[in-house]
Nanobody
Framework: VQLQAYGGGLVQAGGSLRLSCAATRLNGAFGTMGWYRQYPGKERELVATITSGGTQNIADSVKGRFTMTRENHKNWIYLQMNSLGPEDTAVYYC?????????WGRGTLVTVSS
């Protein structure tokens, strides 16, 4: 299983970024997929997840600003981030499950300048 995230970078406050994550495995599909983020010295926190059936769980801190989508047939997920603020600066991790096993990508840094 491999997860590869794309799309991090530097953006000015008020701007937008789109993160993508490609999840690959030999056979079968993934269960819940999503994004977490981590601030320096802090625990990883949920940003948004989506089940294979499309049920989403989105953190209150990003509701109305971030939109998550999923392409099941390709095992890709996307996180469209709008109205970014300095508080969104973090390392963002792609996440996927197979039954109850969790898999994580390496993380991609998002930096929002004020």
């Amino acid at each position: 299983v491999q997860l590869q995230a794309y799309g991090g970078g530097l953006v000015q406050a008020g701007g937008s970024l789109r993160l993508s994550c490609a999840a690959t495995r030999l056979n079968g599909a993934f269960g819940t997929m999503g994004w977490y983020r981590q601030y320096p010295g802090k625990e990883r926190e949920l940003v948004a997840t989506i089940t294979s059936g499309g049920t989403q769980n989105i953190a209150d801190s990003v509701k109305g600003r971030f939109t998550m989508t999923r392409e099941n047939h390709k095992n890709w997920i996307y996180l469209q981030m709008n109205s970014l603020g300095p508080e969104d600066t973090a390392v963002y991790y792609c996440y996927a499950t197979i039954q109850r096993t969790e898999y994580w990508g390496r993380g991609t840094l998002v930096t929002v300048s004020s």
